[in-house]
């Protein structure tokens, strides 16, 4: 598996992760599809995240992730050479007060949303509660082989971004 990954701001945002931590994120979660991919990740502020999910899922409040497919056809894919997988938008500001309100590192919050982000674009979905189980073990299992703890346990983090920090 190999992934190019273009990292993009809508504004000025402050400290994110680099580019480089939301690649071997995103390369994670795709670890057991061969192949060559494509994303796209672009960090929003509240704003641009509202807008986005009141236009696509009639929902007028910012949230942390919105993954968008490229929804590319197989045949159309293989003769590209490589699978547009879609984009992401991450809300760098929901990132942050999520992180603070459940105690978590908020480079781990960031990992885990940009990984739950990419299952989202391979097929997963959690509206059913069989679905949630299947995708939120596989979140744990890709998030415990980076060393980060359970997403789903409340956990004591001093909410600031570790290595790898960019401006944005």
Known sequence: MALELSLSCDEELG???????????????????????????RLVGEAGSRDLNHRYRGRNRATNVLSFSA???????????????????????????????????????WAHLTIHGVLHLL????????????????????LAGMGIPDPYEAREGDGSLESGAANC
Do not use: N
């Open 71 to 109: 929804g590319v056809p197989p045949e159309l894919a293989a003769g590209l050479g490589f699978t547009p997988l879609g984009d992401l938008a991450l809300c760098a500001p929901v990132v942050r007060r999520e992180a603070r309100e459940q105690g978590k590192a908020e480079l781990h919050h």
């Open 15 to 41: 400290k994110v992760p680099a580019q480089s931590e939301f690649l071997a994120w995103a390369s994670a979660a795709l670890q057991q599809e061969p192949g060559l991919y494509s994303l796209a990740v």
């Open 123 to 142: 097929g997963h979905d959690h509206e059913a509660p069989a679905e949630a189980r299947i995708m939120e073990q596989r979140e744990r299992e890709l």
